[in-house]
């Protein structure tokens, strides 16, 4: 079955420094890989997506997200956290064998210090 | 382009009342996507449909919940009964599903249904 594992629930980082969020799937299938944010109240903005070629993706706001495949990873990661970027973070995996819908992990909710 | 857009945003119902969501997709999307968030389940997938057509309903909780999309620009999610228990934010996505292909989803803002 196909899975998303988002395992760190809360991060808190100071304004300035490098943000990485962690994101691991379970799928047999080649995926296609995406980086979602929601603010408070707001439906879901698309950050970055991978579905092929250079594994190293950027994305707005100057977000980008490395796959891995040997590792099942697609973390998301920023050089310098603005007081903006709190906010919740939902990595999500989908592929053409299950159809269009997307797998969505728990989300991770980032906290920026001033 | 507008974007999704769904009505009502916020809905306050009392137990056992019908309660109706609407959506209306991105215009030349084909796919839609229903969707709760709670705070204990996350976000899970209720139903989708290609152009028009119910995909895939196993998300669906019971048979209270029921989905329709009788064209390309409308879709609705209803619950009859309504409980406390299904106070959450339903959320409205759509995508252009590429032939051989997977895109993005483009959500709207969601509807904020409070059943007392």
């Known amino acids: 079955a196909q899975s998303v594992t988002q395992p760190d629930i809360h991060i808190t980082v100071s304004e300035g420094a490098s943000l990485e969020l962690r994101c691991n799937y379970s799928y047999g299938a080649t995926p296609y890989l995406f980086w979602y944010v929601q603010s408070p109240g707001q439906g879901l903005q698309l950050l970055l997506k991978?579905?092929?070629?250079?594994?190293l993706v950027q994305g707005i706001k100057g977000f980008e997200a490395e796959f891995k495949r040997s590792q099942s990873s697609f973390n998301l990661r920023k050089p310098s956290v603005h007081w903006s970027d709190a906010a919740e973070y939902f990595c999500a995996v989908g592929a053409m064998e299950y159809g269009n819908k997307l797998v969505f992990g728990a989300g991770t909710i980032l906290r920026v210090k001033s | 382009d507008a974007g999704v857009i769904q009505s009502p945003r916020h809905e306050v119902t009392e137990m056992g009342q019908e309660v109706t969501l609407r959506c209306k997709p991105i215009?030349?999307?084909?796919?839609l996507f229903w969707y709760r968030q709670t705070m204990m389940r996350g976000l899970e997938l209720l139903i989708y449909?290609?152009?028009?057509?119910?995909?895939?309903d196993s998300g669906m909780p019971e048979d209270r919940f029921s989905a329709k999309m009788p064209n390309a620009s409308f879709s609705t999610l209803k619950i009859q009964p309504s409980e406390p228990r299904d106070s959450a934010v339903y959320f409205c996505?759509?995508?252009?599903?590429?032939?051989?292909?997977?895109?993005?989803?483009?959500f709207g803002p969601g509807t904020r249904l409070t059943v007392l």
């Open positions: 996505a759509s995508s252009f599903r590429l032939a051989g292909g997977l895109d993005e989803q483009f």
């Open positions: 215009s030349g999307h084909n796919s």
């Open positions: 449909f290609n152009n028009n057509v119910p995909i895939d």
């Open positions: 991978y579905f092929s070629g250079d594994t």
